[in-house]
């Protein structure tokens, strides 16, 4: 639970009198924000904002932080009478997790290299041993360098080709503007070498004395900057080897699979760019793959003196081509590899000497083709025997090797890595995710539905429910979707959510559009002037849900998350009615206030997602969902919003303005609480421990919701 300083509660008391009496005499009453009016303006009409005062990018101001205080202490006295569901729930999902569990190892030069959680540590611990036989080497043990800190991550860690050193970014306040550390193995002491204000990436030169790494800019936290620094060097002097100056698209550097090549990726959601430099040749200038053009993508990755590019040139759902390296410059060069296949969308490959190995998605599912260099005819899928499933790849280290690692998972089945041999069939299970706390996968049902929303489209939908569930129209709703960026929401396991099933819910991920489940088109009909249908299909899942008797029209609860939050929000607008409850995390409600302005980190990376408000038809269109700007005096469902105050992806002000709208304007007497995580970002607490305690508390509220009703 998040503490309220005593200095911080008599402030909020002061600024917001109707906290008086729940401070000193314990009775619940709802915080009410300020009003003051303020004016955002546009090109296209002025709109007043009584709450645009909640926004303080210091994130110090007294009165900003005396109402999130009392926000916080408003959920602390409300969920204090379920508190033993809470307590219940946080040992559930705890109970369920192996606390001393480790990785699958993977071979990488001289060493296996792996992570482990001991018991009771928040933090995983990243070792390696010998292949030829010895001790564990601890690389980075994360509990000792998070100790004492209220949030901590490492987000990122790279060894160099020596295998000497390591190079990693940390991050302290949740915010993902990181801190390169690089630290000697053979002594365990961090170099002095220190660079702030950096993206997680990192490239290692060939030699292990040069790093390649991103710097962000500082007001808008756009990545625009790659530094090569000299290990021993003064930070200051790290040289500027690019900068990026259009600011729609996002950086990164890493190092080809083979170690080869340095490589900064460039990406905007229309376009890509990438440039390569030999690793050994540190200190020469970088060369375009192939010149960036709006609408068309590539991504590439090398193997033994040719490329492999997956790119959406002539190809929506994307096509394989090659190219040799001493060919790079100009896709006109390159060779088709893989045809375009209308209903199969490519989303990943994995190079081996003999074998190309695909990702794809069709008919909504993950699955892996394999295809022999020699032989491409004959190509073969890793089967499944379940409805809906999921395979990708694991740590594919080694090129020149016949074993393909990949991961297996689905709504019944816990992760698991499996290896392949592409050369005999022969198929190792090297690890499967230990559930404790009883679990049992025979008593659970995983289920496949097609939900018609519009003409010619059906959104796939997965479901879970426990073994000899009866579709009688009596059982509560947990329906999740996320619907932006191209994102697919995967059916995977999740423990966690097993402590609604086996309290009679049934589990839905609703692939709407605005992902990528069903290929590029699906991702194009969910965003700019389609983003619409994303909200549409939402209600349309639980509409059908509820028509055929999978739920109950009074237990409909819906969750969502960043983009998923605005989902939430546009949800809650439209038909508040369909829900008993909405849960909304760090969710994106603020759409065109956040759009027109360019200082806020992020904002123009996202044009080409939502729209350029400065546009008029865009500007109507955003306004005409956009939850903060939409809500109304209605009934609304009961809901909880939560955010980080650091952060940097959703600013912490849009669910605080919403949340106060919401206070303002909503005709029911149904419960709304906010809560703000005040030492984290975008992503909650930074233990594995933590995270779980914040899950069963979004449990704890539907669950008590649930109570209430019957």
Not at 23 to 34: F, I, Q, R, S, Y
Not at 61 to 79: I, M, R, T
Request: net charge negative; hydrophobic share 35%.
């Amino acid at each position: 639970m998040l503490k309220t300083p005593y200095r911080t509660l008599v402030l909020a008391c002061l600024l917001f009198p109707t906290l008086a009496t729940f401070a000193e005499d314990k009775v619940l009453l709802t915080p009410k924000a300020e009003k003051i009016e303020f004016k955002v303006t546009s090109p296209h009409g002025d709109r007043i904002d009584p709450y645009y005062w909640l926004r303080d990018d210091t994130r110090q101001d007294p009165k900003v932080l005396a109402y999130l205080n009392a926000e916080n202490a408003y959920y602390q006295q409300y969920s204090a009478h379920y508190s033993d569901l809470t307590e219940q729930l946080t040992q559930e999902l705890i109970g369920r997790i192996k606390q001393d569990d480790s990785s699958v190892p993977y071979v990488k030069g001289d060493y296996r290299y792996f992570s482990r959680f001991e018991t009771g540590k928040e933090y995983p611990i990243y070792l390696r041993q010998p292949v030829a036989g010895g001790a564990e080497q601890v690389v980075l043990d994360v509990n000792e360098l998070a100790a004492g800190k209220d949030y901590f991550q490492v987000a990122n860690l790279q060894i160099s080709p020596d295998q000497r050193l390591v190079a990693y970014m940390e991050d302290t306040s949740g915010r993902r503007q990181y801190t390169l550390k690089v630290r000697d193995l053979q002594t365990g002491k961090d170099l002095p070498d220190q660079l702030t204000g950096l993206s997680a990436a990192i490239a290692w030169s060939a030699d292990s004395k040069q790093l390649f790494l991103v710097q962000n800019d500082p007001v808008t936290l756009l990545s625009n900057t790659v530094l090569k620094h000299q290990l021993g060097q003064d930070p200051a002097k790290a040289k500027v080897v690019y900068q990026e100056t259009d600011n729609s698209f996002y950086m990164w550097v890493g190092n080809s699979q083979d170690g080869r090549y340095v490589m900064i990726y460039l990406s905007s959601t229309v376009s890509d760019e990438i440039r390569v430099l030999d690793a050994a040749t540190p200190a020469a200038e970088f060369t375009v793959f192939a010149p960036r053009e709006r609408d068309f993508k590539y991504e590439a990755e090398h193997i033994a003196g040719r490329w492999v590019i997956r790119t959406d040139w002539q190809a929506p759902n994307y096509r394989l081509m090659t190219v040799s390296a001493d060919k790079i410059g100009d896709k006109a060069n390159w060779q088709p590899l893989l045809a375009h296949d209308e209903s199969v969308f490519i989303q990943d490959f994995a190079l081996f000497n003999d074998y190309l190995a695909i990702s794809e998605r069709s008919e909504g599912l993950r699955k892996i083709r394999v295809m022999p260099w020699s032989d491409p005819a004959k190509a073969f899928y890793i089967s499944s025997d379940e409805a809906a499933y999921v395979t990708g790849f694991e740590m594919n280290a080694e090129q020149n090797t016949p074993w393909l690692r990949y991961t297996y998972t689905s709504l019944t089945t816990p992760a698991s890595v499996y290896q392949l041999n592409m050369q005999t069939g022969e198929k190792q299970l090297l690890k499967q995710q230990e559930v404790l706390g009883g679990f049992d996968k025979a008593n659970y049902v995983t289920e496949r539905v097609w939900v018609p929303v519009a003409e010619n489209v059906k959104v796939p939908v997965s479901l879970l429910y426990r073994k000899g569930f009866k579709r009688d129209g009596t059982a509560p709703l947990y329906q999740y979707a996320y619907g932006s960026y191209g994102a697919s929401m995967d059916p995977s396991f999740r423990s966690s959510v097993l402590s609604l099933v086996d309290r009679g819910f049934v589990y839905a991920i609703a692939h709407i559009r605005g992902g990528q489940e069903m290929g590029r088109q699906w991702y194009e009909d969910g965003k700019l002037l389609n983003k619409k249908n994303t909200f549409t299909d939402f209600i349309a899942v639980t509409d059908y849900l509820v028509a055929e008797k999978y739920a109950s029209k009074d237990k409909v609860f819906g969750m969502g998350g960043s983009a998923g939050g605005l989902l939430m929000g546009a949800v809650a607008n439209m038909a508040p009615e369909k829900y008993l409850g909405l849960v909304a995390h760090v969710p994106f409600v603020d759409v065109v206030t956040t759009m027109l302005d360019e200082s806020i980190p992020l904002t123009t990376n996202e044009f080409d997602e939502w729209g350029n408000p400065k546009e008029k038809v865009f500007y109507d269109y955003m306004l005409s969902y956009s939850p903060y700007d939409q809500v109304k005096a209605q009934d609304y469902p009961a809901m909880l919003v939560t955010t980080g105050l650091h952060d940097s992806q959703v600013q912490y002000f849009e669910p605080a303005k919403w949340v106060a709208r919401l206070r303002e304007l909503k005709t029911d007497n149904n419960t709304l609480l906010f809560r703000t995580n005040m030492e984290a970002g975008h992503g909650g607490k930074s233990g594995r421990f933590a995270r779980l305690g914040e899950t069963a508390q979004e449990y704890a509220f539907i669950l008590n919701l649930l109570q209430q009703e019957q």
